[in-house]
């Protein structure tokens, strides 16, 4: 009996210690991971194709590198990547896989805002890192989001950049021009009240369908409000309609034009014509060329090299410079964030970009505005207004 007691109590006792030495190998595996999951999730094909080919084009660089310098921690990374072909549904359903079968505990991506905006609960509930490149939706970034980072501008800081060039500009009579969608709604919304914190009244609110293939409305609509500029929060093939639109009812000359980075696009002069030329966008201050000059400021100048280095000329690469360099950053973000945590547990690593972002070597800002009040990483100081028909190269802007 005696013996059999000694028996049970020796098994309890090595169950006991089977599961201690279970629990302090999950802690060794948040230090010392075998290997580093990512997931990248974006729109692949389809009409955003390209901003989901830009993002991953910086992912597999930045994985490239980072691999073959001896990974994060001493583990290679591994990328999961699907094409959620911007529909939410699909990203959703794609974003629980990663997560729950691929074990992923940081996420790059959806590229599209209503995506992104359909699996951030889902992220939050399990504490995974999102970084968001692209899309630059405002609700996306808020107290209730705790894991999630952008490094994009928001709609918020662009819409504001906008007014703000506007209005310190001199201009009196401020269009607001917008599509219905929701990006369009939320651009709109941030441009006139961040007009109303300068105590101005739009000359007139413009919104119309997007794809519309009669603009002639939208256009007529400026020239009975006598604006003498026009925002656009308006994708570029409908921005290059109303310019066309503006110039067949003789009033593109009255007006100054001045759109978010969604307007701009590689072909915007071809499809808008000669009223290109009165056109602007705000861009990052980094990635625009100084008038007269062929390059740009080194450390930037070497990473637009690299990319096309990898991917190619202008033209063999329809992607754009700085999406494929907002994908690569967020990967070496978590890189640094988690080497200096050094751990892999998502709190700690949240930590580390909350208050150390500053020490980050950006190839894409000139410094990270992360902190605990405020994941949004762009810099509002950094965005200027650049023309859009003044291209160096055909793939980066000349500054004003």
């Known amino acids: 009996m005696r013996n059999k007691s000694m028996i049970f109590v020796g098994s309890i006792l090595i169950s006991v210690l089977l599961l201690l030495t279970a629990c302090g190998n999950n802690e060794t595996d948040s230090s010392s ?32 590198e980072i691999n073959a310098s001896g990974g994060i921690l001493g583990a290679q990374v591994k990328i999961v990547t699907r094409d959620d072909e911007a529909d939410p549904t699909k990203s959703k359903t794609f974003m629980e896989e990663i ?35 692209v899309a630059t939706g405002t609700n996306l970034i808020d107290k209730s989001n705790p894991y999630a980072f952008r490094i994009m501008p928001s709609n918020e800081i662009q819409a504001k950049a906008l007014v703000n060039i506007a209005v310190e500009g001199g201009y009196k009579k401020i269009a607001l021009v917008a599509d219905t969608s929701a990006l369009g709604v ?16 739009p000359a007139a609110k413009v919104t ?38 503006l110039e067949r009812i003789n009033y593109i000359n009255n007006l100054k034009i001045i759109g978010y980075t969604g307007l701009a696009m590689p072909n915007f002069k071809e499809l808008a014509g000669p009223g290109a030329n009165n056109v602007s966008v705000v861009s990052m201050n980094n990635w625009a060329v100084e ?44 890189k640094w964030a988690i080497e200096k945590a050094g751990t892999t547990d998502t709190d700690e690593v949240k930590k580390v970009l909350e208050n150390n972002a500053g020490e980050f070597e950006s190839v894409f800002v000139n410094q990270y505005a992360f902190s605990e009040d405020s994941h949004e990483g762009f810099p509002l100081t950094e965005l200027i207004m650049v023309k859009i028909s003044e291209m160096f190269n055909g793939d980066l802007y000349i500054k004003n």
């Open 99 to 133: 997560v729950d079968k691929e074990k992923a505990k940081f996420v790059i991506g959806p590229t599209n805002s209503t995506p992104a905006s359909a699996s951030m609960a889902y992220l939050q509930e399990n504490k995974v890192i999102s970084m968001i490149p």
């Open 186 to 201: 939320d651009g709109i919304a941030v441009m006139e009240k961040t007009l109303k914190d300068y105590g101005v009244e």
């Open 208 to 245: 119309y369908k997007s794809d519309d293939p009669d603009m002639t409305p939208i256009a007529q609509k400026i020239k009975e409000a006598n604006a003498d500029v026009a925002l656009f929060w308006t994708l570029g093939a409908d921005g290059a309609k109303i310019v066309r639109s």
């Open 291 to 334: 008038p007269n000059q062929t390059e740009l400021e080194p450390k930037y100048w070497e990473m637009y090299e690299k990319i096309i280095g990898e991917y190619g000329e202008y033209g063999k690469r329809d992607t754009n410079p700085t999406t494929v360099t907002s994908g690569y950053e967020a990967v070496y973000l978590l």
């Open 33 to 64: 991971p075998s290997e580093i999951i990512i997931g990248n999730i974006g729109a692949m094909s389809g009409t955003s194709a390209v901003n989901g080919k830009a993002q991953s084009q910086g992912i597999e660089l930045a994985v490239k």
